[in-house]
Nanobody
Framework: QVQLVESGGGLVQAGGSLRLSCAAS??????????MGWFRQAPGKEREFVAAISYSGRTTSYLDSLKGRFTISRDNAKSTVYLQMNSLKPEDTAVYYC?????????????????WGQGTQVTVSS
């Protein structure tokens, strides 16, 4: 089993930045290959893909509309994945979820992920 705990969410003004963290425990990155993803869900909307990163960290993918503003990274020694969010907009307001997929390669759809965190709220005020 893998437990994922997100942190770093909060209230920020438009144009500001936040860095989300997701710490894994149970099965750690040093022992198991896990690709990681970030998803988000705004009120009244379906959960959507935000970003993903391979186990090695060499390959990443982003929702097209977020390219250039969001950056996903990972530190396998700390079993932690990060999401740096810059130039935030009110439409980025959502609960952000971290997800883990056993294996080296990531996928863009939520049903490919095996474990999920509880989510962290990000609210961007205008």
């Amino acid at each position: 089993q893998v437990q994922l705990v997100e942190s770093g969410g909060g209230l920020v003004q438009a144009g500001g930045s936040l860095r989300l963290s997701c710490a894994a425990s149970g099965r750690t990155f040093s022992s198991y290959a896990m690709a990681m993803g970030w998803f988000r869900q705004a009120p009244g909307k379906e959960r959507e893909f935000v970003a993903a990163i391979s186990y090695s960290g060499r390959t990443t993918s982003y929702l097209d509309s977020l390219k250039g503003r969001f950056t996903i990274s990972r530190d396998n020694a700390k079993s932690t994945v990060y999401l740096q969010m810059n130039s935030l907009k009110p439409e980025d307001t959502a609960v952000y979820y971290c997800a883990a997929r056993m294996g080296r390669s990531y996928y863009l759809t939520s049903d490919e992920y095996d474990y999920w965190g509880q989510g962290t709220q990000v609210t961007v005020s205008s």
